[in-house]
């Protein structure tokens, strides 16, 4: 018996109009051929009306722990950790909901005579946030008390920066930022936009070192998990918990989580979640003169076109207390925004790559990173089953230039110029580079003073992408301005849609099954398949 | 020891340049008058080196360091210490030491390459705990005690940086491909361009504008780290 597909997963039939797709900063029109299904983020949930009074009821009603004001005592050092801006995506819109989340509980710790406060961004091994993008994240009145004497980033590679917490069960060395160890209390505010983050890796992650980020952001690790948006299959899940509970036994904690809608797009721009199919004349002429506009403009004024427009993301859930029923109950909220159903594996599978990734916030999505989207985000964006069957065919969308941000990803240049050529292999660029590379002085040098991702990061970025990079077997580029980067990702090219959906109909034959996943905005496949019963009887009704 | 770390120093772990200590020396004379009357002629010469520094760093070098000629070379080495102190050591940028403790941690040997002579030199790697043989300096030439105004070859400025580091990497095994290079100056690209890290700390314009063609990273140690910021 067929399913009716979701209302989001339309079937392109000869009326369909071109499909609108993100390909970096542009959006070009594609005709898909017949039968094929495109995947459309849901309709934004509806927000909260007010956040801060959300914020102040979660902290006062916590899942799984005593309320925060219970926690507190005078004279008590207290670090408020705080995301990075590598979510949401693009940044939201002032206020962001954690500037809610810091400013209630600051006044809750001022109320009660804390004094000793410190905020830390938790950023890991990414870049340092600048002075003004912690305004635009925690507001004006926090950074103009705190920045920068007792408002910072996390710096991984400072000496002495560090305390030893301990070794887990299966062996990961836990080192975490020294004042948050030394804290009585540590409050964590979170933005989960997409089911990875948030629960154990904002601590677990967020505020450690390379040595115990080493022990889960590795190729093994990656190979392991099926999804790593799944907390259920993700190995790299497992390790942080792992991880984030021994830091829980050794500190206290107090989580705060939120999510937000999936409203990327302002008004002048939101027909660019909408089935092209159901325009209105004004939104159908507005994508027309948007995709022209953006075939004539430099690259730097299309990616300013998008980037200077803050997202107008809606909050439409706060939760606090203790970390697991928290991470829970926000990851419920999370995937009901966030999941559109679908039946069915494909046997080619198109993503368009938009111009934005987590790790590149105000700069260019470069080549390593168009293969973290690929491969990694866009693979793992799902529940179940992966959207393309294994050894499927990936028609990913991007020009893939040679461009790099000198100062923000000064490392990646050396690792996909001097490294990729060299190998592919996960494991050997793990096991032969990693570390020389990790200890790069001059890179840690741009880590800590400077707005550059860690040496470590590229590495990590490649491993990213390593789950589907073993499942697909071919990955195919449409549109990409020159064949040298995609050839050195290990990527195929095409000049447009039709010859590479002919280069995949030769390993997956004359009807394939195709789906487009449309992203931007952001939703996640709920891809399910027939288990072998239903499969038989779908067959003979087939048959009849 | 596998790869090796070679710093300029002047402008690049420190915020002098090689007129800081050598004003210091002229300045500090028996007696006022020696003092005002080589200041005065090193002031007459300033043109003259001015524009050699525009064409040729080595020439430079040795209009500058021709100033010292006919001083003592106990004086020199007296004053040597009390230069570092009151010049060099206030200058020291905020991420030097960091710097060099991360090369240090990486498993490289530090070497300072540079066109300030020896004994101003020597002071700064003791502070930054670099050995005195891993130092590579201009020399002045001593006859009778006397300073003759004369390097002694090679001089280290430009190319002959670019020549001594591949000698010396020769010489304790490491291959130049694996090798880090540190500095402020376009005059320094040879040096840069021979090994297979090279690094900008806070360079010229010129300089800044080849890194950027080549993407050769562009530090900044001068401004305190975030983490420093907050220590102080």
């Known amino acids: 018996m067929a399913k009716t597909p979701h209302p989001c997963v339309v079937t392109i039939d000869h009326r369909s109009k071109p499909r609108a797709l993100f390909s970096g900063t542009r959006v070009k029109e594609y005709n898909l051929p017949v039968g094929s299904r495109v995947m459309y983020p849901k309709p934004p949930m509806t927000p909260l009306n007010d956040v801060k009074a959300a914020v ?21 050092k207290v670090t408020i950790a705080v995301d990075d801006l590598s979510m949401p995506l693009p940044p939201m819109r002032r206020p962001d909901v954690r500037q809610h989340q810091a400013e209630v509980v600051l006044e809750l710790l001022r109320d009660y005579g804390i004094t000793d406060i410190h905020f830390i961004i938790a950023t890991a091994f990414h870049r340092p946030m600048t002075q003004d993008e912690i305004r635009h994240q925690l507001g004006d009145k926090i950074v103009d008390e705190f920045y920068p004497e007792r408002c910072y980033n996390h710096d991984a590679e400072k000496p002495d920066g560090l305390t030893f917490l301990g070794t887990t069960a299966q062996g990961i060395d836990v080192e975490i930022n020294r004042r948050a160890a030394e804290s009585d209390l540590v409050v964590y505010c979170n933005l989960t936009f997409v089911p990875m983050n948030g629960g154990h890796k904002s601590m677990g992650t967020g505020l450690v070192g ?38 829980e036994e050794k500190l206290q904690v107090f989580h705060i989580e939120s999510t937000v809608n999936n409203r990327m797009f302002d008004r002048p721009l939101d027909f660019l979640g909408k089935n092209e199919d159901e325009l209105s004349t004004n939104e159908a002429r507005g994508l027309k003169a948007l995709i022209r506009s953006l075939e004539w403009l430099p690259q730097p004024a299309r990616q300013a076109i998008f980037e200077k427009v803050p997202a107008p993301y809606g909050v439409i859930g706060v939760w606090a207390g203790a970390c697991e029923p928290v991470h829970e109950a926000c990851l419920e909220k999370c995937y009901e925004q966030l999941l559109v159903p679908i039946h069915g594996q494909a046997d080619i599978g198109i993503f368009p790559v938009p111009y934005i990734s987590p790790y590149n916030v105000h700069s260019y999505l470069n080549p390593l990173l168009v293969s973290v989207m690929a491969e990694g985000y866009l693979f793992n964006l799902y529940r179940g089953d992966p959207i ?64 550059a991702y860690h040496p470590a990061h590229p590495f990590y970025m490649w491993y990213w992408g390593e789950n589907g990079r073993q499942h697909y077997g071919r990955v195919i580029v449409v549109g990409a301005d020159n064949e040298y980067v995609p050839g050195i990702l290990g990527y195929e090219t095409a000049p447009t849609m039709e010859e590479a959906l002919r280069m995949a109909r030769e390993e997956h034959g004359s009807d394939p099954a195709i789906t487009c996943f449309r992203i931007a905005p952001m939703l996640m496949a709920d891809v399910t398949v027939d288990t072998p019963a239903e499969s038989s009887v779908r067959t003979e009704d087939e048959e009849s | 020891m596998s790869s090796a770390a070679y710093f300029d120093v002047d402008g690049t772990l420190v915020g002098t340049n090689l007129l800081h200590p050598t004003v210091y020396f002229l300045a500090n004379q028996q007696s006022v008058f020696k003092s005002a009357r080589r200041l005065g002629q090193a002031l007459l010469g300033g043109p003259v080196m001015a524009v050699a520094e525009l064409r040729d760093r080595r020439l430079f070098n040795e209009l500058l360091f021709s100033n010292f000629r006919g001083m003592t070379e106990d004086r020199m080495h007296v004053l040597s210490s009390e230069a570092y102190e009151k010049t060099v050591a206030p200058r020291i940028f905020p991420g030097t030491r960091d710097l060099i403790q991360k090369c240090k941690d990486a498993g490289m040997r530090i070497v300072l390459i540079t066109g300030s002579l020896d004994f101003t030199i020597r002071p700064l790697a003791d502070e930054l705990g670099i050995p005195q043989c891993d130092i590579i300096t201009n020399r002045l030439e001593f006859k009778d005690g006397y300073a003759t105004g004369k390097l002694m070859r090679p001089v280290v400025a430009g190319p002959t940086k670019a020549r001594l580091m591949v000698a010396d990497s020769k010489k304790h095994g490491h291959d130049l491909q694996d090798c880090h290079g540190y500095s402020d100056s376009y005059s320094d690209v040879p040096m840069l361009s021979v090994v297979g890290h090279p690094h900008c700390i806070n360079p010229d314009n010129k300089l800044r504008r080849l890194a950027k063609a080549y993407d050769w990273p562009i530090l900044d140690i001068e401004t305190p780290s975030r983490v420093d910021i907050v220590r102080a």
């Open chain 1, 56 to 76: 102040r009821y979660a902290i006062n009603h916590p899942l799984g722990s005593e309320p925060l004001y219970a926690m507190l005592r005078p004279g008590m």
């Open chain 1, 388 to 451: 393309v069957k294994k050894g499927g065919t990936a028609i990913v969308l991007h020009p893939c230039s040679d461009i790099f941000d000198r100062d923000q990803h000064a490392a990646y240049t050396e690792f996909f110029h001097k490294l990729l050529p060299r190998t592919r292999d996960a494991k050997e660029l793990h096991k032969k580079y990693e570390h020389e590379y990790s200890r790069h002085p001059g890179y840690i040098q741009m880590y800590r003073s400077g707005e």
């Open chain 1, 210 to 247: 390379y040595r115990t980020l080493k022990k889960h952001h590795n190729p093994a690790t990656i190979r392991a998990s099926k999804t790593y948006m799944v907390p259920e299959d993700s190995a790299l899940s497992d390790k942080m918990v792992e991880v984030g509970k021994l830091i």
